[in-house]
């Protein structure tokens, strides 16, 4: 997250009430929002519930890598690599003694928002039984080779996956998306399934993966 408040909102309105955000840059402007609108010790309370902010510079403290250089021509391998780095920096969140009753968390990227309730998507993840679950679109040609895409079963599991893929191996990923409810006509105009880039993990899967 670059500090824009959007993605705490919505969170913040789908009752999702322990919440921790990593940015890298302009975290004042975030935690000065969190702290005016959602004031814990006097108005809203969300009972056991939590919201933090983490900015990336906290994490090169605990930790040394070789890509953390001191010269300017190499300060740009300090940002985060992508959403999975980030969330693989700060693991160690998770065994916070406050997460120990955790058991789905639920990842967001910051640089996209989705006006969903989350708390619902966690209640299907759980019904489901499975272990990792993704929100998805169908998606058109124009713009498909710009996100993950999934291959799914009639059941909605996830077959395959392919990152932005490109000439034949885009092709390869075309479904009948009928199967998420579209008509045969928008079907045809729509012969993807899109990750949104939205994520539930079993904490306990999410950490043997990290």
């Keep these: 997250m670059n500090g824009d408040r959007g993605a705490s909102e919505f969170l913040l309105t789908s009752q999702s009430d322990d919440l921790i955000h990593i940015v ?3 975290s004042a402007s975030l935690n000065r929002h969190i702290a005016r609108a959602y004031n814990f010790g006097t108005g809203v309370t969300f009972g056991d519930g939590y919201v933090e902010v983490y900015l990336m510079d906290s ?12 010269n300017s021509r190499e300060a740009g391998k300090k940002w985060f690599q992508g959403t ?16 120990k009753d955790i058991e789905d968390v639920l990842i967001l990227s910051g640089d996209y928002l989705y006006r969903m309730d989350y708390m619902d998507f966690v209640q299907n993840h759980r019904e489901s039984g499975a272990d990792i679950t993704l929100s998805c679109l169908p998606m058109d040609d124009s713009r498909a080779s710009d996100f993950g895409l999934l291959k799914i079963d009639d059941k909605g599991r996830i077959l395959s996956f392919s990152e932005k893929p490109k000439g034949e191996d885009l092709k390869a990923m075309q479904v009948d ?25 079993k904490k306990e899967i999410l950490l043997n993966l990290l």
């Design 59 to 70: 994490v090169l403290k605990n930790y040394t890598c070789s890509c953390c250089h001191s």
């Design 177 to 201: 998306t009928t199967i998420l409810g579209l008509s045969k006509e928008e079907a045809v105009k729509k012969p993807y399934i899109a990750s949104m880039g939205v994520y539930v993990f």
């Design 24 to 26: 890298e840059f302009n």
């Design 84 to 99: 999975v780095d980030a969330v693989r920096k700060f693991h160690w969140l998770f065994e916070d003694p406050r997460s």
